[in-house]
C-alpha cells in the first residue's frame, strides 16, 4: 500500500519538491530584483526600483564589449562543434574503422580531466607560441569542452536511427555523401539541436579556461565578472548576471520550440 | 524489360543470379554453408525457412550488405561478388519499409530517380505512373506517417519499381500487416511481378505466403537449402521430414519397412506404402507422410492397415472440416474433409477408421530432429 495516499503524505510530497525547486531556483533568481536597485547599493530586497544598473552596463564600453565577445566565441563554438562532432559521430556510430573505441574514449577526455588541468596545459602550451589573449585560442578551447557532448547527443541519435534508411538508400544505388546528407542528417536535426545548444551554454559560462588564456582583448563576460568581483564588488554585476541568464533562457527556449514545431510536423 | 543503365552492355544471361559455394561465418557460426543457387530472368523465387536458417543472410549478401566468406555471386552474368551494393541495380522491400520519415511519399519515390540524374520533369511523370499503378494517386504530399501501414507498403513498393531495377529483393515485407491486408499485398505484388517481368526474390517465414506466391520456393535449413522446387511439388511431394512439417501440415507415421507385404510397420497398425518410393530407404526405419486433406474418414472395417481411432475434436472452418482423432500410443491425426450434409460428422469419442488412396502417401528418411514420431 502506498503510504502517501492518505493524511499528510498527500501534502508531504508536494512541499518537499518544492522546497527542492526554491533551493535550487532562488540563488539565480535573487539577483534579479537586485538588478534593478539603485546604484551603488546590492541589497534584497532593493530600497528603490531603477534601470541605473543597466544603463551603467551599457554605458561602459569593457562590459558590453566583453557581452559581444562571449556571444561571437559561443556562436563561433556552436558552429564549430556542429561541423566537426556531427560527421564524427557518425563515423564513430556507424563505421567498423580500427581503434574505435579509443577514438571514442580520447573524444570524451575532456569531460573527465579536471577543467583546471586543462585550463594550466592550455596555458602552458600556448604562452610559447603566443597564442594567449587570442579569440581563435578561446573558440578552439571551448570548441574540445563542448564536443564530447555534441558526440554524445548525435550519438544518441544515431544509435535510435534504423540503419534500414543507410541499407535502402545504398541498395537504390546512392553514394556515401549523399546518403549522409539527405538521409542521415535530417534526421538528426532534434540531436545536432540539442548538442548545439549545449555547445552554446557551455561556451557562454565558461571561466576557469577563459581565464586562464584570455587577454585585456579578448575577455570574455564571466571572466570580466570574476575580475571585477575580485577587485570590487560592483552590483553591476547583478545586471550583468540577470543578462546572462535571460540570454541563456532564451536560447534554450528557443531550441525546445523548434524541436517541438519539428516534432508536430 | 528495361534494366538499369549500367547494365545494358552485358548479354543477357538466363540466369538472372547465379550463386556458387557461398557461404557466410560470423566465428564459429555457419550462417550459409558453401550454397549454390541459380534464378532465372523473371522468376519469383521465395527463400523460406525458421530463423536463422540462413534465409536472410542469402539476401543480405545478394545485395552485397553481407561480405561473403567464399564462394561467388553473379548478377546478370556479371561477377557481383565484391561489387560495393549501390553498384549492383538492386531494389529492395522492407518489412518496416524504410521510408524516410523527413521525405513526403513525392520525394520518397523521387529519390532513387534523383539518384540516376533523371531530368526533373521525367521524375515527375515517372512518380506519377507509379502512384497510379499501385492506385495510391492523392498522397504524393503526405508524408509517410500519415499513411496506413499498407499504404506505406504500396508506397515503397512504387519508390522500388519506380527506377526499374532488373532485381527486386523483398525482406519479410507483409510481416508487419494483418492477415486481411497481407492477402491483399500478395495479389498486389504478383500482379506487380507479372506486369514488370522483374526477378524477384521473397524471403518470409510463413509457409502459406510463400505457397501462395512463388514460382519456386527454396527451403533452407541451418545455412543449407533443404529442398527447392514448386510449391505443389514441394507440398505434395516433400524429399524430407523437415520440407513436409515446415510446409503445411501433415501425419507423421514411424515405422519398420516391410519390404515384402509393402507396407510400414508401426504401433498404429500396418500402413500401406505407396508405389513411388524415391529417395526413402527400401528397409529399416523410415515415416509415412500424409496430408490431412488426402486421409478420410471410413467405418472401422474399411481403414487403410487397420488405422483406427477415437474422435477427440472436429472443427469447421468455413468450406472443410477439421477432425482431430486420438491414435494408439498417445498420437494424434489431423483429416480434412469438405464440410455440408454429404460428410456427417461422427460424434465425440465414436471409434473411426482412416482411409487414403496408397500413392497419396509419401515415403520419407527419418530425422534425428525429429524423434518422436
Redesign the interface.
Do not use: C, E, W
Given at each position: 500500500m502506498n503510504p502517501f495516499r492518505h493524511g499528510a503524505g498527500t501534502l508531504l510530497v508536494p512541499t518537499i519538491a518544492w522546497i527542492t525547486y526554491l533551493f535550487l531556483l532562488v540563488p539565480s533568481l535573487i539577483v534579479i530584483p537586485i538588478s534593478f536597485g539603485g546604484p551603488g547599493e546590492m541589497e534584497f530586497p532593493p530600497r528603490t526600483w531603477t534601470l541605473d544598473l543597466y544603463r551603467q552596463f551599457f554605458g561602459d564600453p569593457t562590459w558590453w564589449g566583453s557581452l559581444m565577445q562571449s556571444l561571437k566565441v559561443a556562436v563561433l563554438v556552436m558552429i564549430l562543434t556542429t561541423v566537426i562532432g556531427v560527421p564524427a559521430a557518425y563515423v564513430l556510430q556507424r563505421s567498423r574503422v580500427p581503434g574505435r573505441t579509443i577514438f571514442n574514449g580520447l573524444a570524451m577526455g575532456p569531460l573527465l580531466v579536471p577543467v583546471i588541468v586543462l585550463a594550466l596545459g592550455l596555458y602552458l602550451q600556448m604562452a610559447p607560441y603566443g597564442l594567449l589573449n587570442n579569440s581563435l585560442t578561446v573558440v578552439l578551447a571551448h570548441t574540445m569542452l563542448a564536443m564530447p557532448f555534441m558526440l554524445i547527443s548525435v550519438g544518441a541519435a544515431l544509435r535510435h536511427l534504423?540503419p534500414?534508411?543507410e541499407?535502402?538508400?545504398?541498395?537504390?544505388?546512392?553514394?556515401k555523401m549523399?546518403i549522409f546528407f539527405?538521409?542521415v542528417l535530417?534526421?538528426l536535426r532534434s540531436g545536432i539541436m540539442a548538442g548545439a545548444l549545449f555547445a552554446f551554454l557551455i561556451s557562454l559560462d565558461e571561466v576557469v579556461i577563459s581565464y586562464f588564456i584570455t587577454g585585456p582583448d579578448t575577455e570574455t563576460l564571466p571572466v570580466k565578472m570574476y575580475s571585477a568581483l575580485r577587485w570590487e564588488v560592483s552590483p553591476v554585476i547583478a545586471a550583468v548576471s540577470t543578462l546572462l541568464t535571460v540570454i541563456s533562457l532564451a536560447f534554450a527556449l528557443g531550441v525546445m520550440w523548434l524541436e517541438r514545431r519539428d516534432k508536430a510536423? | 524489360m528495361q534494366v538499369?543503365q549500367d547494365m545494358t552492355q552485358t548479354a543477357p544471361a538466363s540466369n538472372m543470379i547465379s550463386v556458387r559455394g557461398l557461404g557466410r561465418r560470423y566465428g564459429s557460426f555457419t550462417a550459409l554453408d558453401a550454397l549454390d543457387l541459380d534464378v532465372k530472368r523473371g522468376e519469383f523465387v521465395t527463400l523460406l525457412g525458421p530463423s536463422g536458417s540462413g534465409k536472410s543472410t542469402l539476401l543480405n549478401l545478394i545485395?552485397g550488405?553481407v561480405e561473403a566468406s567464399e564462394g561467388t555471386i553473379r548478377i546478370d552474368g556479371r561477377d557481383a561478388t565484391h561489387l560495393p551494393?549501390?553498384?549492383?541495380?538492386?531494389?529492395?522491400v522492407?518489412q518496416?519499409y524504410?521510408l524516410?520519415?523527413?521525405m513526403t511519399v513525392f520525394e520518397n519515390i523521387a529519390?532513387?530517380l534523383q539518384?540516376?540524374k533523371v531530368p526533373k520533369p521525367e521524375i515527375k511523370a515517372r512518380v506519377r505512373d507509379v502512384l497510379k499503378l499501385i492506385q495510391l494517386e492523392n498522397v504524393a504530399d503526405r508524408?509517410p506517417r500519415q499513411l496506413s501501414g499498407g499504404q506505406q507498403q504500396r508506397i515503397s513498393l512504387a519508390?522500388c519499381i519506380v527506377?526499374r531495377p532488373s532485381i527486386i529483393?523483398m525482406d519479410e515485407p507483409l510481416g508487419a500487416l494483418d492477415k486481411k491486408l497481407r492477402e491483399d499485398m500478395q495479389l498486389e505484388i504478383k500482379r506487380l511481378h507479372a506486369e514488370l517481368g522483374v526477378t524477384l526474390i521473397y524471403v518470409t517465414h510463413d509457409q502459406e505466403e510463400a505457397l501462395a506466391m512463388s514460382d519456386r520456393i527454396v527451403l533452407m535449413r541451418k545455412g543449407r537449402i533443404e529442398q527447392q522446387g514448386a510449391p505443389e511439388e514441394m507440398y505434395f511431394r516433400p524429399d524430407t521430414l523437415f520440407t513436409a512439417d515446415f510446409l503445411g501440415s501433415s501425419n507423421l507415421f514411424q515405422g519398420q519397412i516391410d519390404s515384402q507385404a509393402g507396407c510400414l510397420v508401426t504401433p498404429q497398425g500396418r500402413l500401406p506404402l505407396p508405389a513411388a518410393r524415391s529417395g526413402a530407404p527400401a528397409n529399416g526405419q523410415a515415416v509415412l507422410m500424409l496430408r490431412p486433406e488426402s486421409m478420410r474418414l471410413v467405418p472401422e472395417d474399411q481403414a487403410s492397415g487397420g488405422l483406427t481411432g477415437t474422435m477427440a475434436d472436429s472443427i469447421v472452418l468455413g468450406s472443410f472440416v477439421r477432425h482431430f482423432i486420438s491414435l494408439p500410443g498417445g498420437k494424434r491425426a489431423i483429416v480434412q474433409e469438405p464440410s455440408g450434409p454429404s460428410h456427417p460428422r461422427p460424434v465425440r469419442g465414436a471409434t473411426v477408421g482412416l482411409a487414403w488412396a496408397p500413392d497419396s502417401a509419401r515415403l520419407l528418411p527419418t530425422d534425428p530432429d525429429f524423434p518422436n514420431l
Open positions: 534504423d534500414a534508411y541499407q535502402v538508400a545504398l541498395i537504390m544505388g546512392a553514394g549523399r539527405r538521409v535530417p534526421q510536423h | 538499369t545485395s550488405m551494393t549501390n553498384q549492383r541495380g538492386l531494389g529492395m522492407f518496416n524504410a524516410m520519415p523527413h529519390f532513387p539518384v540516376r508524408k519508390r527506377y529483393l
